[in-house]
């Protein structure tokens, strides 16, 4: 069974759309992959970008909104139907973020002071101890997919771990959909 997409001497180029969900949480973002095989092999190397927005649950039972840039790598089997294993981080918090945030001298004024006192009061201290690292996300992840023409659809698994820099997600693992136009 070979594949017009997939299976080819030459790299492939996709523009895809997806949603992630568990429960009331979700990730929905649009982004593009290309395609790295050697020629007479259905054995492929992907990789992936998006852009989205998200809206996660905490532990708190309080809903966070971020934008998500995720940056992934797949492995797997890429024909007419296909399967594969990935691996991923959400690069904005790789790029864009100080990841020091917890090791470094603070220096006050009196407005900056009486800014960080309030906070003491309006943040749980539970919530500050919880998880003050603000690892940068990942996710570990399974899909497989069905190729029609110069489309496909796929649907995934994967356990993700996100937080912020007061917030830990309380759901782990999402799963969704994706649907894709192959160039």
Known sequence: MTSHAYASNQDKLAVFVKNEMNGDDYINGVGVEVWLSEPDTELALAFNTSLGTAEITDSQ????????WDFGVKFGYFSDVFFYGEIGVDMAEL??????EDEHDDVYDNETLLLEIADAFLFDEKRKRYDQANDIDAYLGVGVGINIEQFAIEAFARSRQIDGEYWKADNQIFTGIKLSVIF
């Open 95 to 100: 790029v864009l973020q100080d990841r020091d």
């Open 61 to 68: 039972q309080y809903q966070q909104s971020y934008v998500s």
